[in-house]
C-alpha cells in the first residue's frame, strides 16, 4: 500500500539552481495537489490538478510550475530557486465523483533548503 | 475568502486528561471538514472526516463535532496518552474536488 510517494525527501540547492519534485500516488485518483508548509502559516496550496493534462493556480502559485502528464504523477517543479522557497512541500490526492467524499491522502513531503 | 483558526496554539496536558481542540472557519458553506495528526518532521495522518451533512464521526478514543451554522469543529480526546502527542490540524474543503483550507494546527503535548 503505497499510497501518495514524494521524491526526492529532501534536498539543498543554491539560489537560482532548477529542480523538479515528482509525486506519484497509486489509487487512481483524479485529483492531486501540491502545498507548501510553514512555520506559521500552516499549509497553502501552490497548484492542483483535477485531471490528466490539467493544471491550475491555487493560493501562492508564483515560483512554480507543474505538470501532469501521466494520471498518477504530479511535478512541481522550481525553475529559478529563491530562500524564499525554503520549505516542506506536501504532495496530496483525491478521489472523484461518488468517492468524492473521502479523505485527501499525503505523501511524507520534501524538505527542500535553498542557500 | 474561507479562513480556518484552531484555538488553542499549543496545549501541555498531563497523561489522561480528556481535552478538546477547537476549529473555526468563516464561510459555513463547506463540503466537509477533516482533522489531521502530524508529528514532528512527518507528514500528514487524516484522522476523521466529517461530511457537511454530519453532526460527528469517532474513531477510538477521538470524537470529532461540527456545527456548520455557527462555523466550528471540535477535536475530543478522550483520556490522553504520551503518544497523543502531536501538531493537529483542521482542514475544510469548499466543494468537491477542491482543495483543502488548513488552520495553523493545535500543538499538544502529553506528559506521563
Known amino acids: 500500500n503505497a499510497g501518495v510517494t514524494q521524491t526526492p525527501k529532501f534536498r539543498v540547492l543554491k539560489t537560482g539552481q532548477s529542480m523538479t519534485l515528482l509525486c506519484a500516488q497509486d489509487?487512481?485518483?483524479?485529483?492531486m495537489y501540491w502545498y507548501r508548509q510553514d512555520p506559521g502559516m500552516g499549509l497553502r496550496l501552490i497548484h492542483y490538478?483535477?485531471?490528466?493534462?490539467?493544471?491550475a493556480k491555487g493560493e501562492v502559485p508564483d515560483g512554480y510550475n507543474v505538470s501532469r502528464l501521466k494520471k498518477q504523477n504530479f511535478l512541481l517543479g522550481l525553475e529559478s530557486a529563491a530562500p524564499s522557497q525554503t520549505s516542506v512541500y506536501f504532495c496530496?490526492?483525491?478521489?472523484?465523483?461518488?468517492?468524492?467524499?473521502?479523505?485527501?491522502?499525503f505523501g511524507d513531503g520534501t524538505r527542500l533548503s535553498i542557500l | 475568502k474561507q479562513e480556518v483558526t484552531q484555538i488553542p496554539a499549543a496545549l501541555s496536558v498531563p497523561e489522561g486528561e480528556n481535552l478538546v481542540l477547537n476549529c473555526s472557519f468563516t464561510d459555513s458553506a463547506i463540503y466537509n471538514l477533516q482533522w489531521f495528526r502530524q508529528d514532528p518532521g512527518k507528514g500528514l495522518t487524516s484522522l476523521l472526516l466529517i461530511q457537511s451533512s454530519q453532526r460527528e464521526q469517532t474513531s477510538g478514543r477521538l470524537n470529532a463535532s461540527l456545527d456548520k451554522s455557527s462555523g466550528r469543529s471540535t477535536l475530543y480526546i478522550a483520556a490522553s496518552q504520551p503518544g497523543d502527542s502531536a501538531t493537529y490540524l483542521c482542514a475544510v474543503r469548499g466543494q468537491a474536488g477542491t482543495a483543502l483550507i488548513f488552520g495553523k494546527g493545535t500543538t499538544l503535548s502529553v506528559s506521563s
Open positions: 490538478s483535477v485531471g490528466e493534462g490539467t493544471t
Open positions: 489509487m487512481n485518483h483524479e485529483y
Open positions: 496530496a490526492s483525491s478521489p472523484f465523483g461518488r468517492w468524492d467524499g473521502q479523505p485527501q491522502h
